[in-house]
């Protein structure tokens, strides 16, 4: 990630990083900032060999979880179903107006900010046909593999790692083929980490 750290902060899209990074770390489900980085990490890679435009989608990986900066704090930590339901939809209606707060202030034309507000939106409860969108939902999960994002969720949620790795096999389900191809290439390391431990 340290490569991928310094390439990005001398990018275009840093000041919308160090925006973004103020709602991010409000979340209180996991490390958001972690997951975040993961996320641009897997657009950058994805968009290597898929068409996209990187343009819309690396402000929407760095904006697609603000939204948990405004979601109260009782449909966060919780452990009822409904509750973490109602979370989960509360990121995806309150991050509209904050992205469009942190785009506007960084001088984004109107229609650009709605573009990257109707991809951040389709990165849950959507099976969207737009490419950008569908990408979006990939690096979402792609970063769920890796590894600093992963360790870093198996602590928030209290998980062992092989029960994480279980789930996270099980549990994502890609558009694109290289998004697939990376998932599998970095749960198996994921796994291959796990059994040395043991």
């Not at 979340?27 to 068409?51: C, P, Q, R, S, Y």
């Not at 409904?82 to 509360?90: A, I, T, V």
Request: aromatic share 8%; net charge positive.
């Amino acid at each position: 990630m340290r490569k991928l750290r310094n390439n990005f902060m001398k990018s275009k899209y840093k000041k919308i990083w160090d925006e973004a990074q103020k709602y991010l770390r409000k979340g209180l489900n996991k490390d958001f900032v972690i997951h975040t980085e993961g996320v641009i990490k897997a657009t950058e890679l994805i968009l290597k060999n898929e068409k996209g435009c990187a343009e819309l989608l690396i402000p929407s990986a760095i904006l697609h979880d603000v939204g948990w900066a405004d979601v109260p704090k009782n449909c966060q930590r919780t452990m009822d179903k409904k509750m973490k339901l109602r979370g989960m939809k509360l990121h995806i209606e309150l991050a509209p107006r904050i992205i469009n707060n942190i785009l506007c202030s960084l001088g984004y034309k109107s229609a650009d900010i709605k573009k990257i507000i109707e991809i951040v939106q389709s990165h849950k409860f959507k099976k969207p046909k737009n490419l950008n969108k569908r990408i979006l939902i990939d690096a979402d999960q792609l970063s769920d593999a890796f590894k600093k994002q992963f360790y870093s969720d198996a602590k928030a949620y209290k998980l062992p790692p092989g029960k994480l790795l279980v789930f996270r096999m099980n549990d994502n389900v890609f558009y694109t083929k290289t998004a697939k191809n990376i998932f599998i290439k970095e749960i198996g390391m994921r796994g291959k980490e796990i059994e040395n431990i043991k």
